[in-house]
């Protein structure tokens, strides 16, 4: 991933987490897990913005397959 879609993919999280901090949508255990990855994607953005000469990296936490589909129904029912 490129920085761009980094920056993306953490404000996503980031509107998820905030959006859903009172709901159903997530339990405890899968809130962590969304935390893991928002992290895992600032330290890959942290490799890019580091000066290696590095123009991607690949945040080495992935969401489960399960978990993104409900980030991504939330994207849709929030319309975030």
Request: positive net charge; proline residues 2%.
């Amino acid at each position: 991933m490129n920085a761009h879609q980094l920056y993306n993919r953490y404000d996503l999280i980031t509107a998820v987490l905030k959006t859903t901090r009172q709901s159903a949508y997530f339990s405890v255990s899968q809130r962590t897990c969304l935390h893991q990855h928002r992290a895992a994607v600032m330290h890959a953005l942290d490799d890019i913005n580091a000066g290696d000469g590095w123009e991607s990296a690949t945040p080495q936490y992935q969401l489960p397959a399960h978990l993104e589909r409900i980030v991504l129904r939330v994207r849709m029912d929030f319309k975030i």
